[in-house]
C-alpha cells in the first residue's frame, strides 16, 4: 500500500482529506507543515509522496514546500501541492520548483502519478546498481590467467630444430657441391717397393760393347 504523508494547517480539513486518502488505497500520516518537524516526519514515516495543502497562509505553505524540495531527506520524495489559488499557481511553480501543482478534481489521480512514478525510479535506480556490481564480478572471471614459462627443450631437440632451419636457409636450387675424384687404390697385394736408381759404375758396365770398343 502506498504511503502519503498529509501536511495541512486545517485540522478539521485534515482529517477529512486523510479519509479520503485512506478511501483510495493510501496510508496517510497527517500533520501540520512545520519545518523542522515536516522533515523529521517524513523521514521516519517513509511516504512514497507529500501533499501539501496550501489553502491556509499560503506563503508558509510555499516556504515549507521549497525546504522540502531542497532538503537531503526528502528532495527525492515527489510533492504534490493542493489548494492552490489560481493566481498562485505560477508562483508556486517558480518557489517550489518540481513541485506538482493539482487541482481538487484531479488530487488522487495525481497522487497515485507520482507513486508509480517513483517506483519506477526505484526500480531503474535498484538495476543500475545491480549491473554495476556485477561487472567487476564478471571482467576478474574472464582476465586471462598468465600462462606458465615454458620449459628449456632438450639438446637434442635444439639440434634437430637448428639443423631444419639450416636446410631451409639453403636454396632450393643451389647445387651440391662435387665430389672430388677418389683416387684409385692399388692393387691388392704386396706393396711394390720403388726401384733404386741404378749406380753410376753397373751403368757403365753394362754398356753395350760397341761403346767399350770405341773407347
Known amino acids: 500500500m502506498p504511503k502519503v504523508l498529509l501536511l495541512s494547517y486545517d485540522a478539521d480539513a485534515r482529517k477529512e482529506r486523510a479519509a479520503a486518502f485512506e478511501s483510495a488505497g493510501f496510508r496517510v500520516s497527517a500533520a501540520e507543515p512545520a519545518w523542522p518537524e515536516s522533515r523529521d516526519l517524513a523521514s521516519s514515516f517513509d511516504p512514497d509522496v507529500i501533499a501539501l495543502d496550501c489553502g491556509r497562509i499560503a506563503t508558509h505553505c ?9 532538503s537531503a531527506q526528502t528532495r527525492d520524495l515527489p510533492l504534490v501541492l493542493f ?9 508556486t511553480r517558480l ?3 518540481g513541485g506538482v501543482v493539482a487541482f481538487e478534481h484531479e488530487l488522487i489521480e495525481r497522487l497515485r502519478s507520482a507513486v ?13 546498481a545491480s549491473r554495476a556490481k556485477a561487472a567487476p564480478a564478471k571482467a576478474a ?11 628449456p627443450a632438450p639438446k637434442s631437440d635444439v639440434r634437430k630444430v637448428a639443423a631444419k632451419s639450416s636446410s ?3 636454396p632450393a636450387n643451389a647445387a651440391a657441391p662435387k665430389k672430388a675424384p677418389a683416387s684409385k687404390a692399388a692393387p691388392k697385394g704386396k706393396a711394390r717397393t720403388p726401384k733404386a736408381p741404378r ?10 760393347p760397341k761403346t767399350a770398343a770405341a773407347r
Open 95 to 97: 518557489e517550489v520548483p
Open 168 to 170: 631451409k636457409s639453403k
Open 141 to 151: 572471471v574472464e582476465t586471462p590467467r598468465p600462462s606458465a614459462a615454458a620449459e
Open 116 to 128: 508509480l512514478t517513483r517506483f519506477a525510479n526505484l526500480a531503474r535506480a535498484e538495476s543500475e
Open 62 to 70: 510555499r516556504e515549507i514546500g521549497e525546504k522540502l524540495r531542497k
Open 83 to 91: 489548494r492552490v489559488a489560481d493566481a498562485d499557481v505560477e508562483r
Open 199 to 208: 749406380e753410376p759404375a753397373k751403368a757403365a758396365a753394362k754398356a753395350s
